[in-house]
């Protein structure tokens, strides 16, 4: 499951990032792997992934890694013997990892999670499957209990792909442009103001004027008010969170003012 990675001058010898996956459906990652900024990472050897599968130590000529629930109820569990055994492997090969389980119970990952996390040097991802995982790996193993979303997945493989990648892209040299994890969306509790490329007008839609006048300073302030006005509209709960600055509140009102006026469309 490790990428084979090209020879190169500037590879630097250890990766920034070591990812291990425990998960019993390593294909699941094959093609994200392979692909776009996480594959460009792997092949330039910043990442490192592997993979290990709780089933290759399932014991029994079927290798069964899930049984029903003690207490009743519908679906199976994972057993924890497989899965205890597949970390252990993992670990004694490649050392200890900050260990983080994936779950719909978990605490919700999110872009402060991500800095915290490219701050580790070695990262397990475990992904839970079917109804769920036996509760001791939880308490034996994970350092941290993690869920994407308000939402239940069939398993934590999506979920670890999402991790890997939001984790991954903040590696310096992973993006091209060094500013380009600073200026986004949630990085000061504000999402991204809204872009636009080539050309001037599509589909009787013109770019915003402003955007056009060559006028860095018009721009800056045009774009920290569409950032606030589109957290307003779309996500009033990160406003609640990270109350609008002085400046912000300025901005705010100033503008409503001349909308009101010119009456602009909402973004
Ligand atoms: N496994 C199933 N659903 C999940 C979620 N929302 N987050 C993390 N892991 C999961």
Redesign the pocket.
Known sequence: MIRPTKPSAIQPVEPALDIELISLFPEMFDSFLRTSLVGKAIENRIVRVACTNPRDFAPGRHRQVDDSPYGGGPGMILRPGPVADAIEAAEKERGRAHRVL???A?RL?DQALAKELVGRKRLMLI??RYEGIDERIAELFADDV???????????EV?ATVIVEAVARLIPGVLGCAESTEDESFTAGRLEYPQWTRPPVFRERSVPEVLLSGNHAQVAVWRRLESLRRTQARRPDLLVRHPPSEDEQALLSGTSRKRRKKSLPQT
Do not use: H, K
């Not at 993690?146 to 934590?156: H, R, T």
């Open positions: 994936l779950s719909p978990g990952f992904c839970g993690l869920s994407i979303g308000d939402y239940v997945l069939a398993g934590g979920a």
